[in-house]
Nanobody, 123 residues
Framework: QVQLVESGGGLVQAGGSLRLSCAASGRTFGRYTMGWFRQAPGKEREFVAA????????SHADSVKGRFTISRDNAKNTVYLQMNSLKPEDTAVYFC????????????????WGQGTQVTVSS
């Protein structure tokens, strides 16, 4: 069983920055694809970014490319999401997740999820 705990959310003005962290339990963190997803009120959960086991391969949604960056530190069992130039439409609950078997951007394929952290961007 793997547990994930997100932190770093909050209220920020448009144009500002936040850095989300997701700490994972377990000794096999480095074997997993990690992803960030978000869900706004009344909307489906959507892909934000993913990073491969080694960290060499990343993928970002078109809506956040050039503004958000996913990274990981396997020694600390932690994945990060640096969010710059935030927009009001980025407001959502942000979740990190683990996929134990695949490289994928589909939330349906991910196996373990954190509880989420709220990000609110004011205009």
């Amino acid at each position: 069983q793997v547990q994930l705990v997100e932190s770093g959310g909050g209220l920020v003005q448009a144009g500002g920055s936040l850095r989300l962290s997701c700490a994972a339990s377990g000794r096999t963190f480095g074997r997993y694809t990690m992803g960030w997803f978000r869900q706004a009120p009344g909307k489906e959960r959507e892909f934000v970014a993913a990073i491969s086991r080694s960290g060499y391969t990343t993928s970002h949604a078109d809506s956040v490319k050039g503004r958000f960056t996913i990274s990981r530190d396997n020694a600390k069992n932690t994945v990060y999401l640096q969010m710059n130039s935030l927009k009001p439409e980025d407001t959502a609950v942000y979740f990190c997740a683990i996929d134990v078997d695949h490289w994928t951007t589909s939330p349906d394929e991910y196996d373990y999820w954190g509880q989420g952290t709220q990000v609110t961007v004011s205009s």
